[in-house]
């Protein structure tokens, strides 16, 4: 009753485990498409669990049948002896000479004969039917019913084993016997071989046919198992040999083909298998395709990803508990596609892309597409590196090589690529959103580094940081070309006097300085991309004072742009007479009363005109600079006139009216310039006009002599000749005066004021 209550309990057991497993399956209703697959899969795990419990019945079926058989003809071989000692009397003889050990020589020689003429007796259906046996283990084998073969084998050789090892009992061993009866069962040996090579196929082909027939595997496996039993027993046969008799016989007396050691085989092929399926993944260096490599390395991973599937969900169904298959899959998986890796290492990778896929691959093959899958549950921490440290920093130090050149390769490229539109024609500079000019190639180096960076960053933070720092040190450099390419450009463009070509070189240098513009949001980009992760605070300002000379460079690169422009914008000005006429007689004559000059008006019209029409591109903070630069040139333009002295002075009416002029056209000047640009002191740059025009028109020599020391403290750099140019501009003031009225001359100090920059005109 309490059995049948048992069965009761362990039915509704099974029941209530199969609903929750129904559950955690069907949880969402699309998962109901899906009954078939997983009724087939269920089906297939049912199928493998059968045969696993059939082997180990069979197993056991067949050692209690040997059992009880050998324990039914020992009892059976006890009770003749007892009967046939107590026919012939000798119960009572042994009983009263039981030490008399030497009587009995003779006796124990004759039961050895016995004892082998009875094992040949035994043997005598197997001893005369060799052949016939021999010929039915073939042709099983040949029927795949290998299990059947495998029975037949056994049962010859162990009838050869059994009178090999008689004559292994004898005082002297015969070696002529041995090798008798070695060569008399020499067949069984050839058919051991067929056997072992069909089982090592099933064994090579284990992934595929564990997948379609498992049966075939567990019968394979069945066969290598047996084969371990017998290799112990004779184990352990030649040792009890051995104790029994004191000695140990030579290699002339091993038992033919054994220890076979199939198991050992077993793992050599599942080896193999899995080389051989690595090496099948497609893979076709000659493809005219480029991607050849990535494809190659995502077949390989899916493959590896299935072959270890098929290790946690078949193998460990299949194979005896004692081979820790799964554990042994992984280990034998993991050290072929290190091999297989190597391989592709020193091989596959000249090209810098394929360094980059094959450096990404073996950052992600513990992911959760390949060793680290969700289903398998392996602690990828304990995995060995798939390749070498020092293969890997070899790898990693010829991509950042390459990545150096590729960089620099295509930088060059991209500012080829620019020259050739500057020098077309029909080709100007591309407008962004904002209307602001810029050129193709600030774009696509943006890109093309951005891309480099990030593709690095795939493999690793160190990496990223390697090909940032490798791209601030491209760029470094590439500020030097682009440099010397404008300025090539600009002797073209100046030294053809063609006012067509040197209004396209303004335009090209407006875009030149949004360019930098540009390259700056890069390096900002770049620093972000460097700082992003956790690293040590010095480091990481160690590195920061690269971007910002870098951010530097590129402003100086933007100012220098900015002059060449404005170059092109005082050459128009030049040539249309505007700057030689200002302080000039005509400047003074055709100048009507209480109105700034001709000259003035033109030159503020021009940059007027100019800024409507080509400054509105550029970026704002470059703007404003053209914006000062202009106005600061404009003013030391009338400095250098006056300093001159192209006009002079024969009464003090022509210096007042000069004097007024100058104040209108200072005014007119400051109008151009926002307050919020002029320099720190507060005044616009023009200011020193109308300072200098009160030095001209003072007519009391004590108020000019206070006036000039004034002068000499707001503008401290002014050269002592100049000013005493501007002095002698006078007509009451010769050399001599002037030299009187600058004895007093005050310390220079650090201030740098617009005369500074008279020397550059």
């Known amino acids: 009753m309490e059995a049948d209550k048992t069965m009761e309990d362990r039915q509704t057991e099974a029941i209530e485990a199969a609903m929750r ?106 001893i005369f039917n060799v052949k016939g046996t021999v010929e039915s283990c073939s042709k099983l084998i040949d029927e795949d019913k290998l299990l059947e073969a495998h029975a037949c084998l056994s049962e010859i050789e162990s009838a050869r084993d059994s009178i090999l090892y008689e004559i292994r009992k004898q005082e002297t061993p015969s070696v002529t016997d041995f090798d008798l009866i070695k060569a008399y069962f020499d067949a069984t040996g050839e058919v051991a071989m067929s056997l072992r090579k069909q089982v090592m196929v099933v064994i090579l082909r284990a992934y595929n046919i564990v997948q379609r027939n498992p049966a075939m595997l567990v019968t394979a496996l069945r066969i290598v198992e047996r084969e371990e039993s017998q290799d112990a027993f004779h184990r352990q046969m030649s040792e009890d040999n051995s104790v029994l008799s004191g000695k140990s016989l030579g290699p002339e007396f091993a038992i033919p083909g054994r220890p076979r050691k199939w198991r050992i085989l077993c793992y050599e092929q599942m080896e193999r298998a899995v080389q051989s399926r690595i090496s099948s993944v497609p893979k076709n260096p000659e493809s005219a395709a480029s991607d050849w490599l990535q494809r190659h390395m995502w077949a390989l991973r899916d493959a590896v990803a299935k072959d270890l599937l098929i290790a946690e969900q078949l193998f460990t169904q299949t194979f005896p508990p004692s081979y820790n298959i799964f554990e042994r899959s992984i280990k034998i998986i993991h050290a072929c596609l290190s091999i297989h890796l190597q391989g592709v290492a020193d091989n596959d990778l000249d090209l810098q892309i394929n360094k980059l896929i094959f450096l990404n691959w073996v950052k992600m093959y513990t992911g959760d597409t390949c060793f680290g899958h969700e289903d398998l549950n392996i602690d990828v921490q304990r995995l060995a590196p798939l390749i070498p440290d020092e293969k890997m920093a070899d790898i990693v130090e010829r991509y950042i090589d390459e990545l150096a050149v590729e960089v620099r390769g295509n ?59 490798i791209c601030v040190e491209e760029l470094r450099h590439y500020i030097k070309s682009y440099h010397n390419a404008v300025s090539e450009f600009k002797s073209k463009c100046f030294s053809s006097h063609d006012d067509s070509l040197m209004d396209r070189f303004s335009l090209w240098c407006l875009a030149f300085v949004n360019n930098t513009y540009k390259f700056n949001d890069l390096v900002k980009a770049l620093e972000s991309h460097y700082t992003e992760s956790e690293m040590l605070l010095e480091t990481r300002n160690d590195k920061s004072s690269q971007f910002k000379e870098l951010t530097s460079s ?58 409507d029409e080509e400054w509105k591109r550029v970026h704002s903070e470059y703007r404003n600079f053209l914006f000062q630069e202009s106005v600061d040139y404009v003013v030391l333009q009338y400095c250098r006139a006056l300093i001159a002295k192209k006009l002079t002075f024969r009464n003090k009416e022509d210096r007042k009216l000069a004097a007024d002029i100058l104040v209108k056209d200072a005014a007119h000047i400051a109008k151009l310039l926002p307050p919020s640009l002029w320099p720190s002191g507060g005044s616009s740059p023009s200011a020193v006009l109308s300072s200098i025009a009160e030095l001209i028109k003072l007519a009391d020599p004590d108020v000019l002599r206070l006036e000039v020391s004034t002068f000499l403290s707001a503008y401290p750099d002014i050269d002592k000749e100049h000013i005493s140019n501007i002095l002698q501009l006078r007509e009451d003031i010769n050399r001599s005066k002037a030299d009187s009225l600058l004895e007093n001359w005050p310390e220079r100090g650090d201030k740098k004021t617009l005369f500074s920059k008279l020397k550059n005109i």
């Open 21 to 126: 497993y129904m559950e955690n399956v069907l949880n969402t209703t699309d998962k109901l498409q899906k009954i078939a697959q997983i009724r087939k899969e269920v089906e297939k795990k049912k199928a493998t669990v059968d045969a696993r419990l059939t082997m180990a019945m069979q197993s056991q079926l067949d050692g209690v049948r040997n059992g009880l058989s050998k324990l039914n003809s020992a009892t059976n071989e006890i009770k003749n002896i007892k009967k046939s000692i107590q026919e012939i009397g000798l119960d009572d003889v042994f009983r009263q000479n039981v030490h008399a050990n030497s009587e009995f020589k003779e006796l124990r020689k004759v039961a050895a004969d016995h004892k082998r003429y009875v094992a040949a007796v035994g043997n005598l259906e197997h």
């Open 411 to 469: 930088l060059l490229k991209n500012l080829k690529s620019d020259v050739v539109d500057w020098n077309n024609t029909d080709k100007t500079p591309a407008i962004d959103d904002r209307n602001y000019f810029y050129t193709v190639m600030a774009v696509s180096v943006h890109q093309m580094i951005t891309s480099e960076v990030q593709k690095a960053g795939k493999i690793n933070t160190s990496m990223k940081r390697r090909a940032v720092l």
């Open 554 to 611: 590129f402003n100086k690169l933007a100012l220098f742009f900015c002059r060449l422009h404005l170059d092109v914008v005082w050459w128009a000005v030049n040539k249309s007479g505007f700057f030689n006429d200002l302080l000039s007689k005509q400047w003074l004559t055709a100048t009507a009363p209480d109105t700034m000059s001709t000259s003035c008006g033109s030159i503020a019209l021009t940059i007027q005109e100019t800024d």
